[in-house]
T-cell receptor
Framework: GAVVSQHPSWVICKSGTSVKIECRSL??????MFWYRQFPKQSLMLMAT?????????EQGVEKDKFLINHASLTLSTLTVTSAHPEDSSFYIC????????FGPGTRLTVL | AQSVSQHNHHVILSEAASLELGCNYS??????LFWYVQYPGQHLQLLLK??????LVKGIKGFEAEFIKSKFSFNLRKPSVQWSDTAEYFC????????????FGQGTELSVKP
């Protein structure tokens, strides 16, 4: 099946700093990618839809100025958590839309 | 708005027992339905999916699911579980024309005792 990678796989940062997470579709082009957030022992919550060459579409309650999404190419979407705080600590997962949704392995963010 | 409900938060079974995990969704239009599995420390893997056709769908590792449109349900079944099936299971739905945009259920943790 198709492969989606995420980088980094885990990151620890200080409160107030920004963190960028990359999502790449390695063997297919994805005009649409999705970003999810998963808290421990909970389900995946859709944060936003990333569209190549246009603005992302955010789900209700997700701060677009805090979670910046850029989808500059057909194989790369980035999520930047700006001015991160401890409550932003979570597991962030991307998926790329191909014949079906292909999920990346996730990025664990810990904000101290 | 779409929503997905999984009835069981945590299921504990012995090996060889039969499994059925409930999933109900709320959406008025045509949907695509999915079951994903997340093994400890690993990323999501697709178990099976329903787009159209035969409502009984067979997936990997001996899992199957039945789409019952009148009940808005898509329950996951396996006749005989193994210890290696211990994992978190997620039901998900997408609207027919929204590709990979998935709404997930709360997840069911399955623990299989050897």
């Amino acid at each position: 099946g198709a492969v989606v990678s995420q980088h980094p796989s885990w990151v620890i940062c200080k409160s107030g700093t920004s963190v960028k997470i990359e999502c790449r579709s390695l063997d297919f082009q994805a005009t649409t990618m999705f970003w999810y957030r998963q808290f421990p022992k909970q389900s995946l919550m859709l944060m936003a839809t990333s569209n190549e060459g246009s603005k992302a579409t955010y789900e209700q309650g997700v701060e677009k100025d805090k979670f910046l999404i850029n989808h500059a190419s057909l194989t790369l979407s980035t999520l930047t958590v700006t001015s991160a705080h401890p409550e932003d600590s979570s597991f962030y997962i991307c998926s790329a839309a191909g014949a079906q949704a292909y999920f990346g392995p996730g990025t664990r963010l810990t904000v101290l | 708005a779409q929503s997905v409900s999984q009835h069981n938060h945590h299921v504990i079974l012995s090996e060889a027992a039969s499994l059925e995990l409930g999933c109900n969704y709320s959406y008025g239009g045509t949907v695509n339905l999915f079951w994903y599995v997340q093994y400890p420390g690993q990323h999501l893997q697709l178990l099976l999916k329903y787009f159209s056709g035969d409502p009984l769908v067979k997936g990997i590792k001996g899992f199957e699911a039945e789409f019952i449109k009148s009940k808005f349900s898509f329950n996951l079944r396996k006749p005989s579980v193994q210890w290696s099936d211990t994992a978190e299971y997620f039901c998900a739905v997408s609207s027919y024309n929204q590709g990979g945009k998935l709404i997930f259920g709360q997840g069911t943790e399955l623990s299989v005792k050897p």
